[in-house]
């Protein structure tokens, strides 16, 4: 029974279905990431530009996933239905994604400023919950690039959740593969 469930979740990555979800991806990085650097560039606030960047690098894949990743299966569900369950499925990713984009720009406050600075900006906040809770997400530090690298990582943390709630359900690609053979398209 574990077997099968271990089976089951690892199936979907050794396809050309996956490798096609992750060309994908990779064009959602590129639009995340200029997005975020045009943003940042109008002096949007960094968290508000990063969720920004996410959705719109979400909206990108979902269109192009539809057409192509998952071609074979779009005439299974309507168009705004499948684009729901998407959105809801990446909304479970982008969560991960914009999380470790918050505590890795901590990470880099921690690692790459002086103690002065990192107790100048832990100080602002007057409370425990101020300070490690809410002050990350509405006044970020400023880490320069390496904002870029948070946003990066943050991504790969989506990756995988998104895939296969994606496969598994989204496009319900297993419930038609099941008789196919073990590499689907």
């Not at 979400?58 to 309507?78: K, Q």
């Not at 943390?157 to 895939?163: E, K, R, S």
């Amino acid at each position: 029974m574990l077997r099968v469930a271990i089976d089951a979740l690892i199936r979907p990555f050794f396809t050309r279905r996956f490798l096609k979800f992750a060309l994908v991806g990779a064009s959602g990085v590129v639009v995340n990431l200029a997005c975020l650097a045009l943003l940042r560039a109008l002096r949007v606030q960094i968290n508000v530009a990063s969720a920004l960047a996410i959705e719109v690098s979400l909206l990108s894949n979902f269109l192009i996933n539809h057409l192509w990743t998952f071609g074979d299966a779009t005439g299974r569900r309507g168009l705004w239905a499948q684009a729901l369950r998407f959105h809801v499925v990446c909304l479970g990713g982008a969560a991960l994604q914009f999380t470790a984009f918050v505590v890795l720009n901590m990470v880099w406050m921690f690692l790459l400023h002086d103690a002065d600075t990192r107790f100048a900006y832990l100080s602002a906040a007057p409370t425990w919950t101020e300070r490690w809770l809410w002050r990350p997400f509405v006044s970020p530090p400023d880490v320069g690039p390496w904002v870029f690298l948070s946003q990066l990582i943050g991504i790969g943390c989506g990756m995988v959740w998104n895939y296969l709630l994606n496969f598994y359900w989204t496009w319900s690609v297993h419930r038609h593969a099941r008789g196919a053979p073990r590499n689907d398209p």
